[in-house]
C-alpha cells in the first residue's frame, strides 16, 4: 500500500479577509474566511489567533479546526449558503 503523506502546515495568518497558509512542501495557498460560519463571526484578533498541528489549524477563541487534507480539497470547514462548485 502507497500512503501519501499531507504536507504540514509551517506558518498561518490572517489578512484582509482569507487565511493565508505555507506547507512543509514549500506551497502557499490562501482561502476565505467567508463560507465558513465559525471563521466569519470572528474577530480580527481571534482569527489571527491559529495554532498548528501537524494535521491542521485550530482557532481555540472560534472553536474551530480545518485539517490540511480538507483545505487541500477545497473544504474551508462549516459552508453557510450555496454550496462551493
Known amino acids: 500500500m502507497i500512503t501519501?503523506?499531507?504536507?504540514?502546515?509551517?506558518?498561518?495568518t490572517h489578512c484582509a479577509g482569507s487565511i493565508l497558509l505555507e506547507l512543509a512542501d514549500?506551497?502557499?495557498?490562501?482561502?476565505?474566511?467567508?463560507?465558513?460560519a465559525r471563521l466569519e463571526r470572528?474577530?480580527?484578533e481571534q482569527l489571527g489567533n491559529i495554532r498548528l498541528s501537524p494535521y491542521g489549524l485550530h482557532w481555540p477563541d472560534l472553536d474551530?479546526?480545518?485539517s490540511i487534507e480538507g483545505i487541500l480539497n477545497g473544504d474551508w470547514g462549516q459552508f453557510v449558503g450555496k454550496p462551493r462548485p
Open 4 to 12: 501519501i503523506a499531507t504536507p504540514r502546515p509551517l506558518k498561518a
Open 26 to 36: 514549500s506551497r502557499s495557498l490562501s482561502f476565505p474566511v467567508r463560507g465558513n
Open 42 to 44: 470572528g474577530t480580527p
Open 64 to 66: 474551530e479546526d480545518l
